[in-house]
């Protein structure tokens, strides 16, 4: 089955700058890779997603990368504020339904 | 974007008894919806797939004579942990796929079994 690995755990950074979570994930089928935010007690918000025939996606701060290659993506959340921080989760799977999430990355944006 | 809605957000129970908990799409149908288990400070973990009119398929290791699956429409999916016990305890989470494909997750619901 599919293993999806996430770094870092927890991630601090100041407001303003740039936040950068890294997924790896094992199963070359897998051709949708989603990141959800996670607010504390509530369920998980899909905030952007790729397929496997694109290799980058953008949505205002948001961007995610694709190497299928290197079976790797990464979130990338530029000029950070305080209500982004969050737990963020990766995952992938071969369609919307299945899909494997990573162990996820707890976000603090530093006022 | 689609809503979901889970029921109840939290509940404690006794060990013992049993807990019903409901996932409903709110503006679309949903043929399929899915259960989630988190233990704190970790990942989701599928736990069953409920379809429509049909018996759910349950995940490896996850006991479908304890954690019952029932989705009578196509806008409600019930879980229902029978003789629950503190191990149980957990936050439980619904997503339901809608008719294009992507899938909208609950709220949660926290379960605290004493």
Redo the contacts between chains.
């Keep these: 089955g599919e293993n999806v690995e996430q770094h870092p755990s927890t991630l601090s950074v100041q407001e303003g700058d740039s936040a950068v979570i890294k997924c790896t994930y094992s199963d070359s089928a897998s051709n949708y890779f989603?990141w959800?935010k996670q607010e504390l007690?509530?369920?998980?918000?899909?905030i952007i997603d790729i397929r496997s025939n694109v290799g980058e996606k953008k949505d205002q701060r948001i961007a995610v990368t694709l190497n299928k290659t290197a079976k790797h993506f990464s979130l990338h959340i530029t000029e950070t504020q305080p209500e982004d921080s969050a737990v963020y989760?990766c995952a992938a799977g071969p369609?919307?339904?299945k899909?494997t999430?990573?162990?996820?990355t707890?976000l603090q944006v530093i006022p | 974007g689609a809503v979901?809605s889970?029921h109840p957000s939290w509940v404690i129970c006794k060990s013992g008894t049993s807990v019903k908990i409901e996932c409903r799409s709110l503006d679309f149908q949903a043929t399929?919806m899915?259960w989630y288990r988190q233990f704190p400070?970790?990942?989701?973990?599928l736990m069953a797939?409920s379809n429509e009119g049909s018996k759910a398929t349950y995940e490896q290791g996850v006991e479908k004579d304890k954690f019952l699956i029932n989705h009578a429409s196509l806008t409600l999916s019930t879980l229902t942990v029978t003789s629950a016990h503190p191990e149980d305890s957990s936050f439980y989470?619904c997503?339901a796929?809608s008719d294009t494909?992507?899938?909208?997750?609950?709220?949660?619901s926290?379960l605290t079994v004493l």
């Design positions: 989603p959800y007690g509530k369920g998980p918000q899909l989760f369609g919307y339904q899909v999430f990573g162990t996820g707890k | 979901v889970q399929t899915f400070k970790q990942s989701l973990m797939t989470i997503s796929k494909g992507e899938l909208f997750f609950g709220e949660g926290r």
